[in-house]
């Protein structure tokens, strides 16, 4: 059984991270977050003692570890722009950290953080959950097998709805979340890249605060993206069924499904990670880069081939909208 702390107990992603650590056998000891409504811990971990303070989590810690406590493994499910402290916290306190995408907001903070965890002699592992989705090894291992020489035609879209609260809260500020493409699209580049090969093009043609749309030319595949948390962009179909989220990807003009199986990815993770298999923080370099290169980039306008998304009318931001 191993010892995990927890930092980001209150996230929407935490109790995901909390069932992995409990379907694995292992044991929750401690969690932080600033919000102190984490009365899901009662399913999971009810005697996992919980700070509301990062100070007297710290000294905690630093209790445990001197009472010869380990700390086995820190898992992150902290705010995008926390992660690169955070990780550096529980690799100083001499454990393996799990975190959550995007691991890191800018390239050379995972150029920093290699030579850290060389240092510490620990591992910091990436949740990358979609590339073990079944579904999604099995097109990877069909374009492995296939021609080598074919380019394939690819259209993404992904549109999770956000009310108001979105633009408060720390993920509309686009230098804590990085922005639309990257917290809700990273995983997404990271799982093209690593089916279809390397970027060799990388166009923006919209990157607003609810939107974003581009083409990425990759060794293996054309890809024509669009990602959004406005439920405006829905497609009808979708509207009319009452539904607020809208997942597609389509390979040469024929829809890629892959739904369903989300719920246990992350134990999946875990697994790997125990096992020794963990995706590290070498394998989300590509992706980091990407969305790196999306949010620093200008804008081209609709020009070229672009997603059909990209073309619906722009929105006001909400704080605009509401002067």
């Known amino acids: 059984m191993k010892n995990f702390i927890l930092i980001g107990a209150a996230g929407y992603i935490a109790p995901r991270h909390m069932k992995a650590i409990k379907d694995t056998g292992n044991n929750l000891i401690a969690a932080l977050d600033p919000y102190d409504g984490v009365g899901i811990m009662d399913s999971h971990f009810p005697e996992a003692d919980f700070f509301t303070e990062f100070e007297r989590f710290d000294r905690h810690v630093e209790k445990l570890r001197r009472k010869g406590t380990g700390i086995d493994y820190v898992s992150i499910c902290s705010p995008n722009f926390l992660h690169d402290s955070h990780i550096r916290f529980g690799l100083r306190n001499g454990a393996d950290v799990i975190c959550e995408k995007p691991i890191v907001l800018n390239p050379w903070n995972v150029e920093m ?7 510490s002699g620990k591992n910091i592992y990436n949740i990358l ?4 989705h079944p579904s999604v090894v099995e097109l990877k291992n069909k374009i492995d097998s296939g021609d080598p020489n074919k380019i394939y035609d690819v259209d993404l879209s992904y549109i999770t709805s956000r009310g ?12 804590k979340s990085g922005g639309v493409a990257t917290n ?16 060799k093009e990388n166009t923006v043609h919209l990157h607003e ?7 990425l030319h990759l060794e293996k595949a054309r890809v024509r993206w669009f990602l959004s948390i406005n439920c405006d962009t829905l497609p009808e ?7 607020r989220t809208f997942r597609s990807i389509t390979v040469d003009g024929e829809e890629f ?13 875990y697994e790997h990670i125990l096992q020794g298999n963990g995706f590290r923080i070498g394998d989300t370099q590509k992706a980091i880069q990407t969305v790196f290169d999306i949010r620093n980039t200008t804008p081209r306008g609709l020009k070229g081939d672009y997603h059909p998304l990209a073309g619906l009318p722009l929105a006001k931001h909400p704080f605009e909208a509401n002067k």
Do not use: C, N
């Not at 959950?129 to 073990?132: G, H």
């Not at 809700?184 to 970027?199: A, E, N, Y």
């Open 257 to 269: 499904e892959f739904s369903g199986g989300f719920t246990e990815l992350h134990t999946r993770s």
């Open 129 to 132: 959950q979609l590339r073990l």
């Open 113 to 119: 953080l290699k030579e850290i965890e060389k240092e």
């Open 237 to 243: 179909p979708v509207k009319a069924k009452g539904m």
């Open 184 to 199: 809700i699209g990273v995983h997404f580049f990271d799982m093209l890249t690593w089916i279809f090969g390397d970027i």
């Open 164 to 175: 108001h609260w979105y633009y408060t809260s720390w993920k509309g500020d686009v230098s």
């Open 209 to 215: 605060h609810d939107r974003a749309a581009g083409f």
